[in-house]
């Protein structure tokens, strides 16, 4: 256990005794400068399913469209209301957790200590969280919801407002529109991502088994996880995260090159998207090779030195005194429509429900291995309480004043006739609204590398979980392995782009996320158990 065991401190105590050792099960070679150390049978079924995939999409473009379209659509219209379950499930536990005596454990042990600092520890889990989703949707989700609730039609059932709407009532519709995406972006996405990371980090650091997520369910299936019980889960992670992350790299891409075709007039075409999706997985191989410190550290600093610029001109040049007190304001309108917008029976917003909360639950939940093992990897010396503290609520904070930001700006500007951000794509929604403030050009650009050095993020941060999932646990795993999986993370990418757009993406998204949901599930009871035979 010695990949797990050096970095364990000597107040980790009771330590999960195994007969299972890091690797054990690994294959390791060398094929002429690349090294191979990965776990079989996880790699091997994980890789060659994913390949193939990308071969099939490629190859039958025209078929598979509407295949991704049917089987998005079937799942969030029959499965909607467990989305939305399990998701409350996620957060009350967090919330439970912060409040008792099991938040005083320490991840790592009693004398453990932090590795980062507050600072580069809060950049780099924001940056991996929703980085490249709030670049997409901070301007064009309340536009949206804004939208819908005002329109005359609001409530009827071929109506996408959330709850009923307000029709013809601008003050409500654009409390229920700002209510309704902070709902989306703040306290349940970041509870799975918490889930994820705590559970990891608990089996991990205190009880010294693999950094993988099977480790989170040795409390139910004791020595079988090594076995196929463990290979099936590890695998299911594999795939929620590479397509979670495909889904956001192409959000990333249509974005970036709605920007650039705006600002400099490059055309926007699928080879276009292609070409840049190529380009930038280039330079998250870059950030790859460079490592953890030098390569995600340094780029999620940068990148949150950007945002932060971003987000103060708005707020300076926009409206600042509806900004200001909008903050609030949204704050209040969101815990008085939480309990509705969080309910998952008996409503009647059918197109808000199945079309945006439980893609989006789909989607975080995707995401959750990739960023929940990120979060641990860099978690190590925190408590419980602060670790659930600083990943549930300071992000949720931040995700609530970007949005407050650029969503009250964005509805300003409609409400005082500028309708062209309204009326735009929604890769475009973006730009078409700093068109409107001064220097334009200049922050179109800024958006445009947020985008793009999000994505890199995103990319070397997900190959990096990725390939310690496959080399069964191993956090020093050869450099080729991640190079393969940043590399396959924008074959895939490219591959539901072309064959069958944002739809196809989101359809994956769904779909690796619906087991993927189970297993969390099962993650909520370890972490109680686990926690509970702890030192506090």
């Not at 949206?144 to 005359?152: C, F, I, K, Q, R």
């Not at 996408?160 to 700002?178: C, E, F």
């Not at 995103?458 to 310690?468: A, F």
Request: proline fraction near 4%.
């Amino acid at each position: 256990m010695t990949d797990v065991a050096e970095r364990l401190p000597d107040g980790a105590a009771n330590l999960i005794e195994t007969e299972y050792t890091v690797g054990q099960d690994n294959i390791q070679a060398k094929i002429g400068p690349f090294g191979l150390d990965v776990h079989n049978p996880v790699f091997a079924i994980s890789g060659l399913t994913i390949v193939a995939f990308v071969v099939l999409t490629l190859a039958l473009q025209e078929s598979v469209g509407p295949l991704f379209s049917g089987l998005r659509e079937w799942l969030t219209s029959n499965l909607d209301w467990f989305f939305l379950l399990a998701g409350n499930v996620f957060l009350i536990l967090c919330l439970v957790l912060i409040v008792t005596p099991l938040g005083k454990v320490r991840l790592g042990g009693r004398e453990a200590v932090a590795d980062f600092s507050y600072i580069s520890w809060f950049s780099m889990l924001f940056a991996a969280g929703m980085g490249i989703g709030l670049m997409f949707y901070g301007v064009s989700e309340p536009l949206s919801h804004y939208g819908s609730s005002v329109a005359e039609g609001a409530g009827s059932p071929e109506s996408w407002a959330p709850l009923g709407g307000a029709a013809g009532d601008v003050a409500a519709a654009r409390d229920l529109g700002m209510a309704a995406t902070i709902f989306h972006w703040s306290l349940h996405p970041w509870a799975i991502y918490a889930v994820v990371g705590l559970a990891l980090a608990l089996f991990s650091y205190n009880k010294g088994l693999p950094l993988t997520v099977r480790s989170i369910f040795y409390p139910i299936f004791g020595e079988k996880v090594w076995g196929w019980p463990g290979h099936v889960i590890d695998i299911l992670a594999v795939f929620a995260t590479l397509f979670g992350l495909a889904t956001s790299l192409g959000f990333g891409a249509e974005q970036a090159n709605a920007g650039l075709n705006y600002l400099f007039g490059i055309p926007s075409s699928d080879a276009s998207k292609v070409f840049l999706i190529l380009g930038i997985t280039a330079i998250a191989l870059v950030s790859v090779v460079a490592g953890l410190e030098a390569g995600v550290k340094r780029l999620s600093e940068i990148n949150m030195v950007l945002a932060g610029l971003l987000l103060l001109f708005v707020v300076a040049v926009g409206p600042t005194l509806l900004i200001l007190t909008g903050f609030i304001d949204n704050l209040i309108v969101y815990v008085e429509y939480l309990p509705a917008l969080s309910n998952p029976f008996g409503r009647s917003d059918d197109n808000f429900r199945q079309g945006w909360t439980a893609f989006y639950w789909a989607w975080w939940i995707s995401w959750s291995p990739f960023v929940g093992m990120f979060i641990a990897r860099i978690s190590r010396g925190r408590t419980v309480r602060e670790f659930l503290v600083c990943v549930l609520l300071i992000p949720s904070i931040v995700s609530v004043f970007w949005m407050t930001a650029f969503g009250s700006t964005a509805i300003s500007q409609l409400v005082g006739g500028y309708e062209a951000a309204a009326g735009g794509a929604l890769e475009l929604q973006l730009f078409l609204m700093l068109q409107e403030l001064p220097l334009a050009a200049i922050t179109s650009f800024i958006g445009i590398v947020l985008v793009i050095v999000f994505f890199v993020t995103s990319s070397d941060s997900g190959s990096l979980v990725i390939d310690t999932i496959t080399a069964g646990g191993k956090v020093s795993a050869p450099v080729s392995q991640r190079v393969f999986w940043a590399v396959f993370e924008g074959l895939v990418a490219i591959a539901l782009l072309l064959g069958g757009g944002l739809t196809a993406l989101q359809a994956m998204s769904v779909s690796t996320g619906l087991p993927f949901t189970i297993v969390l599930l099962g993650a909520c009871y370890a972490i109680v158990q686990g926690l509970r035979s702890e030192p506090r």
